[in-house]
């Protein structure tokens, strides 16, 4: 791990933060330069990402649902 990633380590990601880590995996940055970027380890990008998607899933889910058909019961 880079010294500024030991740095930074346990330090929770800012919404700037989270932003520049989608911006430059647009851009198509490897994990690793990401994390140089940002001081981060190639490990909490990775993880960072992950999570990121993880709740933007969620979020689809529940838009979703409110468009759903209710279900017709038998009677």
Known sequence: MEESAKK???CKWSEQ???VLLELKTFGLSYRE???K???SRRAVYER???I???RMK???E???QYEKPKETAN
């Open 53 to 55: 998607k993880e709740r």
């Open 49 to 51: 990402l992950r999570l």
């Open 8 to 10: 930074r380590y346990g």
């Open 59 to 61: 979020e689809l889910d």
């Open 63 to 65: 838009i979703l649902r």
């Open 38 to 40: 940002l001081g981060r």
């Open 34 to 36: 990401i994390g140089e």
């Open 17 to 19: 933060e989270e932003r």
